[in-house]
């Protein structure tokens, strides 16, 4: 078979920050669920001026608990669920989170290149 390419054209940040997290899921040993990747997405195509130097400040994450209907528990157990995962991580020094750099795409558009080999 031939190389297969597909353009997808996105009409919001958010769609195409959730794509780009299923498209990377199987690049990591424990994958991001559904919920913490409309989560992340959610997060990341805020205002930018609101998440430049911080994307999970206090005000982000309301905003994100109130789209999302989310408890401040339930937030606060898939942001942990994200950091044992590798896809986000804790500053050592200010215990700030951030995004694991590996896991940000580039914008406007991100190009991928899988390769599936059968071993016999």
Do not use: W
């Not at 195409?16 to 990377?24: C, D, E, G």
């Not at 991001?32 to 994307?55: G, T």
């Amino acid at each position: 078979m031939s190389l297969i390419k597909k353009t997808v054209k996105l009409e919001s940040k958010e769609e195409y920050l959730k794509l780009h997290f299923f498209i990377i899921n199987p690049m990591f040993p424990v994958q991001l669920s559904n919920k913490e990747a409309e989560i992340l997405a959610s997060f990341l195509s805020l205002d930018k001026s609101l998440i430049e130097e911080e994307v999970f400040n206090p005000l982000t994450r309301k905003r994100v608990m109130e789209s999302k209907l989310l408890s401040p528990g339930a937030l606060g157990n898939h942001l942990k669920t994200m950091l044992s995962k590798g896809f986000l991580t804790r500053n050592e020094v200010t215990n700030k989170i951030s995004v694991n750099p590996m896991c940000l795409p580039s914008y406007p558009s991100q190009d991928y290149n899988f390769k599936l080999t059968l071993l016999k």
